[in-house]
């Protein structure tokens, strides 16, 4: 079975420019989460998605940080625009149903962004 | 504000000797622990969990420790070996879908 799929695996780009990061969770997930790692911070949790509708984006950094989640089987992280202390990998996970609690997480491997 | 800390962030065992990882809380509504691992270039994958009505969970080589009154748990890995070094995150949940992950601690298997 193919876990959660991230693209791109590395993105680099200059100050101002708008980013995209993309995510296809495991089939028959309905939790979809972003997170990011940085060094100081660990595993931050941006937002989170539940059957497609944002439940909590009280994470996301800044206006400039928006995430979207049109159907089941793709979701998108985007930054526009990009600063340099943008720069992390940025992680997709998933969990299946599982009541009101999310269970396990399946993580993506990850884009790894720079930002210049 | 840090809820949950892995105060070491590195750590260096060798081969067939006990790795034990740190991991402290400070929210006492957090009833749910993992661990994850992370080898470079790949995402988080899960470990072992436990749940606050147990004060231990053993699967294998690892084994989970939790502390309630202390708001600590660690990661026991016995015996440890090459191929369990690697990055490893505490999480922790109050039952909900908001896990809140520690910052991590490299861990270095010595053969």
């Known amino acids: 079975d193919a876990g959660v799929i991230q693209s791109p695996r590395h993105e680099v780009t200059e100050m101002g420019q708008e980013v995209t990061l993309r995510c296809k969770p495991i089939?028959?997930?309905?939790?979809l989460f972003w997170y990011r790692q940085t060094m100081m911070r660990g595993l931050e949790l941006l937002i989170y998605f539940n059957n497609n509708v944002p439940i909590d984006d009280s994470g996301m950094p800044e206006d400039r940080f928006s995430a979207k989640m049109p159907n089941a089987s793709f979701s998108t992280l985007k930054i526009q625009p990009s600063e340099p202390r943008d720069s992390a990998v940025y992680f997709c996970a998933s969990s299946p149903p599982a009541g009101g609690f999310a269970g396990e997480l399946f993580f993506g491997e990850g884009s790894r962004l720079t930002v210049l | 504000d840090q809820q949950v800390k892995q105060n070491s962030p590195s750590l260096s065992v060798q081969e067939g000797r006990i790795s034990i990882l740190n991991c402290d809380y400070t929210?006492?509504?957090?009833?749910?622990f993992l661990w994850y691992k992370k080898y470079p270039a790949e995402g988080p994958t899960f470990l072992i969990s436990?749940?606050?009505?147990?004060d231990k969970n053993e699967d294998g080589r690892f084994t989970v420790f939790l502390n309630k009154s202390a708001k600590h748990l660690s990661l026991h890995i016995v015996p440890s070996q090459p191929g369990d070094s690697a990055v490893y995150f505490c999480a922790a949940t109050s039952g909900t879908y908001k896990y809140i992950f520690g910052t991590g601690t490299r861990l270095k298997v010595l053969a």
């Open positions: 089939s028959g997930h309905n939790s």
């Open positions: 436990i749940s606050s009505i147990k």
């Open positions: 929210n006492s509504m957090f009833d749910y």
